[in-house]
Each structure stands twice: as structure tokens, then as C-alpha cells.
């Protein structure tokens, strides 16, 4: 009499991995019917709204689903271009409510996040260096244009507690002051302009980043020239 052949024993493991892997597979199945139909009918339909469709595109875009902004805002700026500043209005205006989501992530558990990357004394300083300039660690990145990590000063507000009127104020005045800068360029130089914009989107990156700098610097210098002159004043 025969043997029979050996069944392949399955572990629960190995289950487990077969079933997390069929959701994955699923899952990402869905998103890519998502994103197609975001492309091809959601995004399409937003934008026959014509400003209302711009807000509402930038608050999706700096919430969750990213979007050629510059792009949308030059072709609409171009179609209309007295009501140039209506749009730019309403993309900064939605791009500062979309921006609520990132921020109320970090004001939830980013403190846990940066806790596991840092330690509290240097979590500490991080939070107050933040504090000293939030206002202008939150609208300096939103004036620039992508690959600008907007997202992770918007998080970041939200770990240190920045309050929301004057997060969303920053936002705002950043985002405005970028579109209008973008709007004058696409009125001078037609739709092109975005490509020339984003072309040169590193070296904006630096000039702005080295400006901050030096303007942090000579704040903190006069700062300190102050503090010593109420010395002096009490002696």
C-alpha cells in the first residue's frame, strides 16, 4: 500500500499575509478608480464653477489630493483677466481651509510622531523656536511654488498649536501673494508663465528660504540689542 503525498501544511501567518495582501490588492484597485475618476469627471465638473470651482478645487488640493493649481488658476486668470484677483482670492481662501486638515492631524497626534523621532528637551526647542516666528513659518512656505514641502510647515503648525485665526491667516496671505505674483506674470506673458515659474522653482525656494534667514537673524539681533539697552535702563 502506498503512501500518499504529503499535504502542504498553511500556517496562520501565512493566511493572514494571503488575506492582507488581497486587501492591498484591493484597496489599491480602488484608489486608481478614484484618481480616474477625480481626473475625468469630480475635477471637470468643479471647474465649470468657474471661481467657486477654483475655492473648492484648493481646498481638496491642500488636503488631500494634489492639483496643478498654477496651472488652473493661469488658464482661468487668462480667460478673465479683470477678475484676475477674484480668483486668486478664492484659491488662497480654500487653500487655507483645506489647509485645516493637515494642521488638525498634527494638533491630534503629531506631538506623538515627533516623539518617537526626537526627545522632549529637543522636541521642547523645536516648539518654541516655532513659536517665536509661526506666523512667518507658516506663510513664507505657502508663497512658494511646489517642490516646496507646503504640507509638512502646515503639520508642523498643527504639532505646535498654532491657533487657527492666525494659521489661517497666514495661509491666506501666503497662498494670496503667490497667485498675485503668478496672475501679473500670466497677464504679461500669457499661460506660459507656469512653466517658467516652476522652471525656476528651486532657485524661488532659495531666495525666499535665504531671505527668511537673514530676516530671522536681524530680527534676533535687534531682539537682543533691545534686551541689553532695558538692562543698561534698570542699572
Known sequence: MGLSPARPSYNGSYLIDAQWAGRGRRLKRFFAHL???WKLVILPALLKWGMWGVGAV?????SSIPVPMDAILALYIWKDKP???LYCLMAAAGSAIGGLLPYALGRAGGE???LKRVDRAKFEQMRDRFRRQEFLAVMIPSMLPPPAPWKMFIFASGVF?????G?????FAGRMV???ILSLLVLRLGPGAVGLVAR????AILIVGALAVFGFVGWWMRRKRSAKQLEREKE
Request: net charge negative; proline share 3%; aromatic share 16%.
Open 35 to 37: 484618481m480616474a475618476e
Open 58 to 62: 484648493a481646498v481638496l488640493d491642500s
Open 83 to 85: 477678475h484676475f484677483w
Open 112 to 114: 506623538l510622531f515627533l
Open 161 to 165: 498649536e498654532m491657533r487657527v485665526p
Open 167 to 171: 494659521f489661517l491667516l497666514a495661509v
Open 178 to 180: 503667490r497667485w498675485l
Open 200 to 203: 525656476h522653482a528651486m532657485v
